[in-house]
Nanobody, 126 residues
Framework: QVQLVESGGGSVQAGGSLRLSCAAS???????LAWFRQAPGKEREGVAR????????YYHDSVKGRFTISRDNAKNTMYLQMNSLKAEDTAVYYC????????????????????WGQGTQVTVSS
């Protein structure tokens, strides 16, 4: 069982930056890690994913060039650097972990991820 805890959310003006962190309770070698977000009244949406074994980084088109996903396996922590934030980025952001094969999928399907954090709110004002 892996427990995930997000941090780093907050309120920022459009154009600003935030960095989210996702700390795991146990080593997450060879996991597929991802960030999802859910805005009020909308379905959960995949933002980015990364394979802890290296490579296989994927971004949703809406965040390409603005968000950067990374991980520090020694700290069992994943990050999401969010730059040039827009009002439409406002949502609760969740980190998730799944088996390694999940990173082979084309896209980000929340059903395939086993472990989830509790979420952290990101609010971008225009």
């Amino acid at each position: 069982q892996v427990q995930l805890v997000e941090s780093g959310g907050g309120s920022v003006q459009a154009g600003g930056s935030l960095r989210l962190s996702c700390a795991a309770s146990a080593p997450y070698n060879y996991y597929c890690l991802a960030w999802f977000r859910q805005a009020p009244g909308k379905e959960r949406e995949g933002v980015a994913r990364i394979y802890t074994g290296g490579g296989s980084i994927y971004y949703h088109d809406s965040v390409k060039g603005r968000f950067t996903i990374s991980r520090d396996n020694a700290k069992n922590t994943m990050y999401l650097q969010m730059n040039s934030l827009k009002a439409e980025d406002t949502a609760v952001y969740y980190c998730a972990a799944g088996r390694s094969f999940v990173c082979d999928e084309n896209g980000l399907n929340p059903v395939l991820y086993t472990y989830w954090g509790q979420g952290t709110q990101v609010t971008v004002s225009s």
